[in-house]
């Protein structure tokens, strides 16, 4: 077992968090910092992650973070931003991959476009970053670590989300893929799969989505990116070391199924 404390137990791990200037991908962002760790914030929006950036070491003085554009879906872009990092910092030693886009246009209305584009960031942003951090080296003694954001709708079909519901999926087999292949390696990669989290975003759906989906899982409210955060850290963790190729479910048990009166 780790002798740190939980405050202080990624001291000296250096963290990339894609898609962290906002969001679910933020709130892990500010628990990695407040886990003592150097964060880099990866996002398509640079002037937003540099804010970020500042934002969460003005909370955390003693926290060291620098923002990054990156955009998932280019090569190019991945390459630079990793050797950028590695030469600064000389390694890196855990890869969130929290960037994604979810748009919701029905089957029917689909543009071939909007299909491509969702699984150029949400498949193919993975396999680019997961790929250059494996490549990277790692200084760390706590180990490397990939942890994938994934999503209920992987496992829990949505109408008008063909394409992001199938993209995550794919995202659950990847982690697995990754997983076996990047062992050798002493890499362990695995997913975090999020309910409904309260974040800017959730305020445009409909209060009844909302209503209904809330009703309908254990735990009666919307999620924190804090929640989320927690987990990724967990599988992070060097204490979480014998645990690869899994999907954790922080979803107020909407998976679990619904609860039904007696039969």
Known sequence: ?????????????????????????????????????????????????????????????????????????????????????????????VLANCAGIYPNTPLLDLPLAEWDEVYAVNVRGVMLTSQAFARAAGGWAGGRRIVNVSSGAARSARVGAAHYCSSKAAVEMLTKVLALELAPSDITVNAVAPGLIEVPATAALSPEYVATLVAGQPVHRMGTPAEIARACLFLADPDSSFVTGSVLDVDGGFLAGTALPPS
């Not at 000296?12 to 407040?34: D, L, S, Y």
């Not at 554009?69 to 990092?85: G, I, K, N």
């Open 1 to 93: 077992m780790t002798e740190k404390s939980p405050l202080g137990r990624f001291s000296g791990a250096v963290v990339m968090v894609t898609g962290g200037a906002q969001g679910i991908g933020h709130g892990i962002a500010e628990a990695f910092h407040a886990a003592g760790a150097t964060v880099v914030i990866a996002d398509l929006d640079a002037t937003r992650a540099a804010e970020a950036a500042a934002g969460i070491m003005a909370r955390h003085p003693t926290a060291r973070s620098e923002a990054v554009r990156l955009d998932v879906r280019d090569p190019a872009s991945v390459t630079a931003a990793f050797e950028r990092v590695t030469d600064r910092y000389g390694g890196l030693d």
